[in-house]
């Protein structure tokens, strides 16, 4: 049986910046330093995370030595988090045939007002990325890195990268600018995407402020690690699937395709109930000519997490051919994959090249 990995993750290796990134911008390239055994993650020149670097990763390591800053980003993460062939031969001894590659500092914030620093960030990224594709071929599938602050910026480096053959696009679940996703400024991404076929893929994200920290008054009372995790994913992408919808981003450009990823699939059929019973009760008011449902069930993917039970009712409710399966391998909270591989749904691998196909 195929297995295909579509929230697979790279550790970018720790000079990946300062060896990518285009010489008028190294000054200020994205690094890790280490200060009396405090690694420092830099970005834009400003410290966005410091001590706990080595929890960008860690699936595998002692978790109270990852968050007490016992453990380093640059020598204690496995060897196939940044480097191609060791992947691939871990991906063998797992069974997993190919995998859809998510950055992980390449999507933590970028604290600079430079937006043509930001963009190079993205280039020097995609350009790593295109060569860790290339070193394995036919095993990794690329998902592009673009400076949605600068639409006509980030629009020249996607379709650079849709000849360079990544299949997919980074979203972030919030707004930008005061923007939701679905806001016709960003209409030229979008556009972009639904003539080459890509999907858009909504994928959880590291903020440490400002509109995506969902619940933010209850994260400010520190309630811990199983608050956070359990619940940052839904809690920033049912805004960003409902608002989509809501915005009619799918009446404008009806065969295009999003992907909620490591949010798990559980969510969906309450999403699609719960706008369908507003829709019902708000219709007068609503410019939509369709149910929400409708368009989850026509323009929207979602990635089933490890060991979720709400598998067999997704595929029922949203549809057998919208449902895909992920690890987040190697994040802190990816689970033991000889364990946890999703042979009983041949399904979530085959729905795969409907939603990242070949060029």
């Known amino acids: ?3 295909v990995d579509c929230d697979a993750h790279v550790l970018e290796p720790a000079d990946l910046w300062q060896t990518y990134l285009e010489p008028e911008f190294r000054d200020r390239a994205i690094r890790i330093e280490e200060h009396d055994g ?34 380093s980003y ?3 993460n496995p060897l196939d988090s940044y480097d191609p062939r060791a992947r691939a031969a871990r991906m063998d001894a797992w069974g997993i045939d190919q995998a859809v590659m998510f950055p992980t500092i390449g999507i933590l914030p970028f604290p600079t007002s430079d937006q043509a620093l930001a963009s190079a960030y993205c280039r020097a990224y995609n350009n790593w990325m295109a060569e860790f594709c290339e070193s394995v071929p036919g095993r990794f599938h690329a998902v592009a890195l673009v400076n949605w602050y600068d639409v006509e910026s980030a629009v020249a480096e996607l379709e650079r990268c849709i000849r360079r053959g990544f299949r997919a696009l980074f979203v972030p679940p919030e707004t930008v600018d005061g ?20 999907p858009g893929c909504f994928h959880v994200i590291v903020r440490f402020g400002g509109a995506a920290v969902p619940f933010a008054a209850w994260h400010a009372t520190s309630p811990g690690p199983l608050f956070g995790f359990g ?33 798990g699939c559980g969510y969906a059929p309450y999403l699609m109930d719960r706008l369908d019973a507003k829709f019902e009760a708000f219709r007068d008011l609503v410019p939509l000519p369709r149910r929400p449902s409708e ?4 323009n929207v993917y979602f990635v089933a997490e490890q060991g979720e039970r709400t598998i067999d009712m997704a595929l029922e409710l949203v549809g057998r051919d919208r449902i895909l399966w992920g690890s987040d391998y ?19 691998a085959e729905n795969f090249l409907s939603v990242f196909p070949v060029r």
């Open 330 to 348: 190697p994040h802190v909270d990816a689970l033991n994959l000889s364990e946890h591989l999703p042979r009983k749904w041949p399904e979530l």
């Open 1 to 3: 049986m195929k297995i």
């Open 38 to 71: 405090v690694e420092k993650l830099i970005i834009g020149e400003q410290v966005v995370l410091e001590g706990v670097v080595a929890g960008l990763g860690g699936a595998e390591a002692d978790k109270a030595k990852l968050f007490s800053g016992g453990l």
């Open 74 to 76: 640059v020598r204690d």
């Open 295 to 298: 368009y989850v069930r026509e």
């Open 179 to 198: 923007r939701r996703p679905g806001d016709s400024a960003f209409d030229p991404i979008w556009r972009v995407c639904e003539d080459a076929g890509i």
């Open 231 to 263: 619940l940052g994913g839904t809690g920033q992408l049912i805004p960003a699937v409902a608002s989509v919808i809501t915005d009619g981003l799918f009446e404008r450009f009806p065969k295009l395709k999003i992907v909620s990823v490591e949010a």
